[in-house]
């Protein structure tokens, strides 16, 4: 059975950077995979997705602050967060982009907060 894990989250400052990290296991990792991420209250919703081959996309709201990244050779997927807000603070998740096609990990919170 397909298996999503995340972790590397935290608590931050504003300004502050966290690296995500989602290990997948099964052959779903051959798809094109994104993070996305649920605040309190609100819906899940898209951050960012990678193809196989790298090829990048973002949700505007991260644009020049987030990067995604891929290792192959780990079944894993990167989510490199700098210049964090306040609004970034919610439980990341990673599933394949851009239809979520297995069950949903258990996330890694992420808060930003001084």
């Known amino acids: 059975q397909v298996q999503l894990v995340e972790s590397g989250g935290g608590l931050v400052q504003p300004g502050g950077s966290l690296r995500l990290s989602c290990a997948a296991s099964g052959s779903i990792f051959t798809r094109t995979m994104g993070w996305y991420r649920q605040a309190p209250g609100k819906q899940r919703e898209w951050v960012a997705a990678?193809?196989?081959?790298?090829?990048?996309t973002y949700a505007v709201f991260v644009t020049g602050r987030f990067t995604i990244s891929r290792d192959n050779t780990k079944d894993t997927v990167y989510l490199q967060m700098n210049n964090l807000k306040p609004e970034d603070t919610a439980v990341y998740y990673c599933n394949t982009y851009p239809r979520a096609s297995v069950s949903w990990g258990q996330g890694t919170q992420v808060t930003v907060s001084s």
């Open positions: 990678i193809t196989l081959t790298s090829t990048k």
